[in-house]
Nanobody
Framework: QVELVESGGGLVQAGGSLRLSCVAS????????MGWYRQAPGKQRELVAD???????NYADSVKGRFTISRDNAKGTMYLQMNNLKPEAPAVYFC???????????WGQGTQVTVSS
């Protein structure tokens, strides 16, 4: 069992930066891909970025060049550096982890990000 806890969300002005953190605890061996997703009210949850255990990364087109995902496998942590934030509808950012033997993905409770214009 893996528990994920996100932090770092908040209110920021457009053009500003935030750094989100996700800490995994429990049995964190063999966590493969970890990712950040976001969900705005009334919309589906969407992938923002993900990163494999080998640190291969993938980004949504809308955040390329502005967001950077990273992870520390030994510590079971993942980060999302968000720069040049754009004014958008508030969204909750969720951390996700896929473990080799688990039949389902693990999700955190989310952290709210609001960007004001």
């Amino acid at each position: 069992q893996v528990e994920l806890v996100e932090s770092g969300g908040g209110l920021v002005q457009a053009g500003g930066s935030l750094r989100l953190s996700c800490v995994a605890s429990g049995t964190i061996d063999n966590i493969n891909t970890m990712g950040w997703y976001r969900q705005a009210p009334g919309k589906q949850r969407e992938l923002v970025a993900d990163i494999t255990s080998a640190r291969n990364t993938n980004y949504a087109d809308s955040v390329k060049g502005r967001f950077t995902i990273s992870r520390d496998n030994a510590k079971g942590t993942m980060y999302l550096q968000m720069n040049n934030l754009k004014p958008e509808a508030p969204a909750v950012y969720f951390c996700r982890a896929d473990q080799a033997w688990a039949p389902y993905a693990y999700w955190g409770q989310g952290t709210q990000v609001t960007v004001s214009s």
